[in-house]
Each structure stands twice: as structure tokens, then as C-alpha cells.
């Protein structure tokens, strides 16, 4: 019996797990979304074309890779049809769990009032709806993928439930919808996705018995997780390794190895504490050359410097095996390097994740730069500072890091 392995964000997300996953897809059987929706963005390079993927799993690409959306994603059925445009037939290769929870348009409607009446308290969300629709699957009354098989009764439910809450959900700007409107809609997201849609738990089972090879992707990152992260400027979800186990109906002695995603620097999208963000020149450039632009939104990403504190608590709740160091390049030309290695706090130095970072003031390390990391395949054609770079993160995070990606193309990827 087979172990499945995890791939999982280690920052605040947009690590570059959609070029990793890429990467092992052909390596594996199935690749499997265990958690979040299309607030996620992957972005693939391939050649001359660019993918762009938010709820799909990043094995799409690879023709004999199976893709799962696991229970623990929320899926939004408009966003996700849209999505399949840019691909072929991928009816044999792509499967929903009917038990992943139904993001609705009123889910979009509530969330962009809410974070609209935070006024300067928002957290800063994609506004797509996430929130609302994890809300409603807590509280027990949203809605599954798989009652899709009625849509008479799902809209009867729908209706039901907005009419219950009408006096409040009409201050956010929801709506009663017509009846008859609304069983069309849901006829319309069946007859896309019913050929998609299965136990895909009971799936994942055979496929582990059958000693296929299986990687399990999140989403968004660590410092994002809901419990473990900077609450509450954080996701709906559990985006920890962790979650994998819930969030597609496995258990922990089901998981093999977990490898980490981490830049060679930092950013955050959205607000919430990000102690070594660089709001000067260098943080700029690094926006610039990194094309720090969310995939979901087009959102200029806060940039900053690698946060090592940072990626030892996230090392250690996620019980890293191996990291995948991303966009070393964008950092060529720089004379100096910075690595955040300690946080002040209420005046005292500490080494660890406080239950804060809201008033954590970054204590740097200064590390000499590169001229030239881009296209480099193996590692030891790298400087000597490059090399020194990748060792010293190595050493501060408690990890080793595997692989080192110098440009978003497949092949330009260094495996040590």
C-alpha cells in the first residue's frame, strides 16, 4: 500500500506550488486539491503558454495524471466551468467529491459587503466568496456538490434558507431568486460537471492499495492557515498538511513525504501583519522582477524579505521533509541580501511565532547577493554566494532544501 505525499505552502501563499506540483504531476498517478477555493491561483509556465489555474489541480497538465477536488474545497460551479475552457476533453481525468461544499453567488455577495462595512479593519479578502460559503458549511447549512443530483430540491432548499434569513441577508444584497431561474442555473452547473463529480474519498482508498502514486496539493499558505496563522487576517481554511487528511477523507499514517514551498523571499497579499516587508526601493523591485501580481485578483503583492523565523513554524506544524525554494532569480543584481532571523518583541529578542506579529519589529541578517541565478540547472553552477544563500536558509529553517526553481519554465528547476 502506497503513501500519498503532500505538497503545502510555507509563507502567505503564491509560493509557486502550482510550478512544483507541475513538476511531480507526471511523477504520479493522481494529484489531489485538499482545501480552499478560487481565491487560489497557480500560475504554470510551459513553453509559450500560460495557465492560469484556481480550481483545477495543477496535474492538469500532465496527460496521464488523474485530478481530484476534494471534500475540503469549496467550489464555486460558474468559476469552475469557466476554468475548463482552457483545457481539452478531461472527462476521465477529472473528478469533484460530492461531498465538496457549493459556493453560490449570494457567498460572493455577502463577502464583498462584509469586508466593504469592515471599512480600515478588512482583512483584505479576494472578495470571491470563500469565507461565507466555509460560514455556512460550520453552521451546517450549505450546501454539497453532490445534491446537485436534485435540482428541484436543491433550489427549494436555496430558496428556503435565503427567505428564513431575508431581513439580514438583504442588507448585504441577496436577493430571493425566481424559482424556476434558479432550477435552470443548477441544471446548467449538473450538466457540465455531473460526469465529473464522485466519491472520490473511496477513490483515493483503491488508488493507495493499489500502490499508485498520489500528491496532495492546498492552497493559499501556512501563515494563512485559520488556526495556525496571523488570525484573523487569514483564509477560511485549514491550509496546513494537516489538512490534507480532512479535507480529502485520508488519515495521517495514509501520508508519506511532505515538501514545502517557499520563495527565496517573502510577500503577502491582503492586510495583516508581514514583519519583514520592505516598503522602500528594494521592495519594489522585488515586485517588479518577481511579477508580484495576484493570479486571482491582479493585486500588487506586499514584498519583502525571507522570513526565517516564519519558515521554521511552518517547517515544524507541517512537518516539512524537504523544501522547494522558488524564484531565486528575481533576487539577481542585488548587492545585499536580507534574511529576517529573530523578531523583537516588546523589546525582547525571540526565535518563535508569537501568538502576535502585529508589534514583531524583524532582526536581519545581511548576506552578500549574485549577479546571475536565472537558467541555472545544477547546483553547482550557481556563486558562491547563491550557494552560501540557499545553505544558510537551510541551516536557520531546520530543513533541506531539495529543489531550487531560477525561472518560472519547467526545466529551469535544480534538483540537489
Not at 466551468?81 to 476533453?89: H, S
Not at 442555473?185 to 500502490?211: C, G, H, P, Q, R
Amino acid at each position: 500500500m502506497s503513501k500519498a505525499d503532500i505538497i503545502v505552502g510555507l509563507q502567505w501563499g503564491d509560493e509557486g506550488k502550482g510550478k512544483i506540483v507541475d513538476h511531480m504531476a507526471s511523477k504520479n498517478d493522481y494529484v489531489c486539491r485538499f482545501a480552499g477555493g478560487h481565491n487560489a491561483g497557480h500560475t504554470i509556465v510551459v513553453g509559450e503558454n500560460t495557465y492560469a489555474l484556481h480550481l483545477v489541480p495543477s496535474g492538469v497538465l500532465s496527460k496521464e495524471t488523474k485530478n481530484i477536488i476534494g471534500n475540503g474545497v469549496v467550489l464555486s460551479p460558474k468559476d469552475f466551468i469557466e476554468e475548463l475552457v482552457q483545457f481539452e476533453d478531461l472527462s476521465g481525468r477529472l473528478f469533484i467529491s460530492d461531498k465538496a461544499h457549493l459556493l453560490l453567488p449570494y457567498h460572493t455577495l455577502i463577502d464583498q459587503a462584509l469586508e466593504k462595512l469592515k471599512g480600515k479593519d478588512a482583512i483584505g479578502t479576494t472578495g470571491k466568496g470563500i469565507g461565507p460559503a466555509y460560514v455556512d458549511k460550520i453552521a451546517r447549512v450549505g450546501h454539497r456538490v453532490g445534491e446537485l443530483q436534485d435540482c428541484t430540491k436543491l433550489a427549494d432548499d436555496i430558496i428556503n434558507y435565503l427567505e428564513q434569513n431575508s431581513d439580514l441577508l438583504s442588507v448585504f444584497g441577496v436577493e430571493i431568486p425566481n424559482k424556476s431561474e434558479l432550477i435552470a442555473e443548477l441544471e446548467s452547473y449538473k450538466k457540465a460537471l455531473s460526469a465529473f463529480i464522485t466519491d472520490t474519498t473511496l477513490m483515493l482508498w483503491n488508488a493507495l492499495v493499489e500502490d499508485k502514486k498520489v500528491l496532495l496539493e492546498g492552497a493559499q499558505g501556512t501563515m494563512l492557515d485559520i488556526d495556525h496563522g496571523t488570525y484573523p487576517y487569514v483564509t477560511s481554511s485549514t491550509t496546513i498538511s494537516a489538512g490534507a487528511c480532512s479535507g480529502l477523507g485520508l488519515n495521517p499514517k495514509d501520508i508519506g513525504k511532505v515538501t514545502g514551498i517557499a520563495k527565496a523571499y517573502c510577500t503577502r497579499v491582503g492586510n495583516g501583519p508581514f514583519p519583514s516587508e520592505d516598503l522602500g526601493e528594494e521592495g519594489a523591485l522585488i515586485r517588479e522582477k518577481g511579477g508580484e501580481f495576484g493570479t486571482t485578483t491582479g493585486r500588487p503583492r506586499r514584498c519583502g524579505w525571507f522570513d526565517a523565523v516564519a519558515l521554521k513554524h511552518a517547517v515544524r506544524v507541517n512537518g516539512v521533509d524537504e523544501i522547494a525554494l522558488m524564484k531565486l532569480d528575481v533576487l539577481d543584481g542585488f548587492k545585499e541580501i536580507k534574511v529576517c532571523v529573530a523578531y523583537e518583541v516588546d523589546g525582547k529578542e525571540i526565535d518563535y511565532v508569537p501568538y502576535s506579529l502585529e508589534d514583531a519589529k524583524p532582526i536581519y541578517k545581511t548576506y552578500e547577493g549574485w549577479e546571475k541565478s536565472k537558467g541555472v540547472r545544477d547546483f553547482d553552477d550557481l556563486s558562491k554566494s547563491a550557494k552560501e544563500y540557499i545553505l544558510e536558509l537551510e541551516s536557520l529553517v531546520g530543513a533541506k532544501i531539495k529543489i531550487v526553481s531560477t525561472s518560472p519554465q519547467r526545466e529551469d528547476t535544480i534538483i540537489r
